[in-house]
């Protein structure tokens, strides 16, 4: 067994070992408005949710490469506090991608994208109409390790595009969402069509 000893590890491997084994990871495209109403997209695999009472996020963010500087979704989340994250299925999977460009400060990823933009509920940075799932937030609690920030959102308005959910009952219906993961390296995905159920026992 090869072993690591990651408090002395160099960051690069850190990524290498963490992000390649720690798969399929669930896709956050978060957007976000900068204090002059800008709006940034951006794609984060550092992501979950961690909670559901209340509902709450967890999204990874970290510098802009090689840099000290807080990425836009950082800096704009902090500023005011408000972000949507999206989730991503095959269908807008390349444009997902276009957002993971390294723009400029102020640069529309929405818009580079192709993306629709939507006016959200309770928040004021927009939903994309493109993603079959929603979720407007508030940035309850920020904590800082070394280069990472966790930003522990709390979810106040939940979006489900019609067909996924069943009305009755709020289960996902089979078949209905296969949302992307992320694997290892800088491009590789999973697609979630290979699905199966295991009970848990009594």
Request: with cysteine; hydrophobic share 45%.
């Amino acid at each position: 067994m090869l072993s690591f000893d990651l408090r002395t590890s160099a960051p690069t491997l850190n990524y290498k070992i963490m992000t390649g084994l720690i798969t399929p990871r669930p896709i956050a495209l978060v957007t976000s408005l900068d204090v002059d109403g800008r709006v940034n997209a951006a794609p984060f695999s550092y992501f979950n949710a961690f909670g559901t009472d209340p509902a709450i996020v967890v999204l990874g963010v970290g510098n802009r490469p090689g840099t000290k500087v807080a990425k836009d979704t950082a800096a704009n989340i902090a500023a005011t506090h408000e972000f949507v994250v999206h989730l991503v299925d095959e269908a807008i999977a390349q444009q997902m991608n276009v957002c993971s460009t390294e723009f400029p400060h102020g640069v529309n990823e929405i818009e580079q994208a192709g993306f629709t933009p939507l006016a959200s509920v309770v928040v004021k940075p927009p939903r994309i109409a493109e993603s079959a799932v929603h979720f407007e937030c508030v940035e309850d609690q920020r904590l800082v390790i070394g280069n990472n920030r966790l930003i522990i959102g709390r979810v106040l308005m939940a979006h489900v595009r019609e067909g996924i959910m069943d009305p009755a009952n709020q289960h996902v219906i089979d078949g209905a969402f296969y949302p992307l993961g992320r694997m290892h390296g800088r491009g590789w995905y999973t697609r979630t069509e290979d699905q199966f159920e295991m009970n848990r026992p009594v």
